[in-house]
């Protein structure tokens, strides 16, 4: 089994920062990349950030300039630093990775999520 769990959410102000973690946990062999997503009701999940396992990133527009990811692979963790916050970053945030289980390499990764976390930006 496979676990990805974030943390780090909670209430902001404008202008303000948090970090979020997930981490993966169980019985795996490899990761490559993860993932952050946002979704808020009503809409999409939509990608904020990614990152590789060679640690190359890519962003969302809404974000450059603001956020922040990070991995730290012998943790299994991938973090995001968020800054200058504002009240359409509200949302709730998952995580993903794409892991392999087997420990053959011919074997597919398959893509986890973590449940999700709360970032509510209000003054």
């Known amino acids: 089994q496979v676990q990805l769990v974030e943390s780090g959410g909670g209430l902001v102000q404008p202008g303000g920062s948090l970090r979020l973690s997930c981490a993966a946990s169980g019985n795996f062999f490899s990761i490559n990349a993860m993932a952050w997503y946002r979704q808020v009701p009503g809409k999409e999940r939509e990608l904020v950030a990614d990152?590789?396992?060679?640690?190359?990133?890519n962003y969302a527009d809404f974000v450059k300039g603001r956020f922040t990811i990070s991995r730290d692979n012998a943790k299994n963790t991938v973090y995001l630093q968020m800054s200058s916050l504002q009240p359409e970053d509200t949302a709730v945030y998952y995580c993903n990775g794409d892991i392999r289980t087997s420990p053959f390499i011919s074997r597919p990764y398959l893509r986890y999520w973590g449940q999700g976390t709360q970032v509510t930006v209000s003054s």
């Open positions: 990152v590789t396992s060679g640690g190359n990133t």
